[in-house]
């Protein structure tokens, strides 16, 4: 039985957020610097973990009212066709295009098609550790 948590509970609010930003940034700097998909699917299942200490796991889930095995579905889509569209070009497998756009809150920002390769990564990594975690926590 939990016991009442108010400032535990208010804090880990804020900081879900606060890692959240983070692992987005981790996931846009990936291709320049450490970092990318695997390592924000981490962090994002990290603040996630922290809610289910805060809360239990009736309100997460009530929160993120999605069932985590469709991300790692979702993401293998992602993964494997961005690394198959190459072929549809009769290019090397795993060859990706890149451009500059300007985007507003980023300016002006390089999008490569690796980027979809890291988001079905991210989809990946979250959606297996939750659904890990969860299976562990119902069974308690």
Same mark, same amino acid.
């Given at each position: 039985m939990?016991?009442?948590?108010v400032i535990f509970q208010t804090v880990a609010k804020v900081v879900f957020f606060m890692i959240i930003?983070?692992?987005v940034h981790l996931f846009f700097a990936g291709h320049?610097?450490?970092g990318g998909g695997f390592v924000g699917g981490l962090l994002t299942s990290g603040a996630?973990? @922290? @809610?289910?200490?805060a809360f239990d796991i009736k309100t997460v889930r009530h929160g993120f009212p999605l069932d985590f095995k469709w991300?790692?579905?979702?993401?293998?889509?992602?993964s494997v066709g961005t690394a198959a569209g190459s072929l549809l070009f009769n290019v090397p497998f795993f060859t990706h295009a890149y451009d500059y756009f300007q985007l507003p809150l980023f300016g002006k920002t390089s999008l490569h098609t690796a980027m979809l390769f890291d988001l079905?990564?991210?989809l990946v990594v979250i959606g297996v550790t939750m659904t890990i975690i969860q299976t562990i926590g119902e069974s308690e």
């Open positions: 939990k016991t009442n948590d930003f983070f692992a320049y610097y450490p996630i973990v @922290l @809610l289910l200490l991300l790692i579905g979702l993401g293998l889509l992602f079905g990564v991210y």
